[in-house]
T-cell receptor
Framework: DAGVIQSPRHEVTEMGQEVTLRCKPI?????LFWYRQTMMRGLELLIY????????DSGMPEDRFSAKMPNASFSTLKIQPSEPRDSAVYFC???????????FGQGTRLTVV | GDSVTQMEGPVTLSEEAFLTINCTYT??????LFWYVQYPGEGLQLLLK?????DKGSNKGFEATYRKETTSFHLEKGSVQVSDSAVYFC?????????????FGTGTQLKVEL
């Protein structure tokens, strides 16, 4: 299996632009997590899905952030409009239902200038 | 709600020193516990896991024992190497009615010097 695949690996965008981050979970996994990592705040859970349904989005910082999972093999995290404080590494992870570990993608390093 | 508390870093050790990174958790029910490692510039990788009380997870010389009575999962290694320098995250997965919920500690940076 190729593992969790995130794209792009790096994104540089100007303030005010829309940014879309993509994630392909491991085939057969039914839980998907989006995390943000910064030096100041560490690793923050933004939102997670089970069976494509958003379960807890309390970590989404504000309305500028939205996440979707239209099917079991694809999820997006969108920021519109982006701001410099959104600069961070965004990780996607997936796991099987049950008390099993999560597998992480390589992350997307977002820089908003 | 469930949470994970780790000792603050950075932890700086000399090569071949003994390592302990403390981790305690709060959770309703019986979570599975994990240690993840993040090397510079990379994503998180699973280091070891334990799925029930008294289980010991081990990998690459690292060990951790699931202690239900103290709600702890401390990471230990008898002799660290420079290549162990990384950030270590304690985590738990807890089953809810809606499925899995994965919760991480804040991470502990380990620096190993010659």
């Amino acid at each position: 299996d190729a593992g969790v695949i995130q794209s792009p690996r790096h994104e540089v965008t100007e303030m005010g632009q829309e940014v879309t981050l993509r994630c392909k979970p491991i085939s057969g996994h039914n839980s998907l997590f989006w995390y943000r990592q910064t030096m100041m705040r560490g690793l923050e859970l933004l939102i997670y899905f089970n069976n494509n349904v958003p379960i807890d989005d309390s970590g989404m910082p504000e309305d500028r952030f939205s996440a979707k999972m239209p099917n079991a093999s694809f999820s997006t995290l969108k920021i519109q409009p982006s701001e410099p404080r959104d600069s961070a590494v965004y990780f996607c992870a997936s796991s099987l239902r049950g008390r099993t570990e999560a597998f992480f993608g390589q992350g997307t390093r977002l820089t908003v200038v | 709600g469930d949470s994970v508390t780790q000792m603050e870093g950075p932890v700086t050790l000399s090569e071949e020193a003994f390592l302990t990174i403390n981790c305690t958790y709060t959770a309703t029910g019986y979570p599975s516990l994990f240690w993840y490692v993040q090397y510079p510039g990379e994503g998180l990788q699973l280091l070891l896991k334990a799925t029930k009380a008294d289980d010991k997870g081990s990998n690459k010389g690292f060990e951790a024992t699931y202690r239900k009575e103290t709600t702890s999962f401390h990471l230990e290694k008898g002799s660290v190497q420079v290549s162990d320098s990384a950030v270590y995250f304690c985590a738990l997965i807890y089953l809810t009615g809606g499925g899995n919920k994965l919760t991480f500690g804040t991470g502990t940076q380990l620096k190993v010097e010659l």
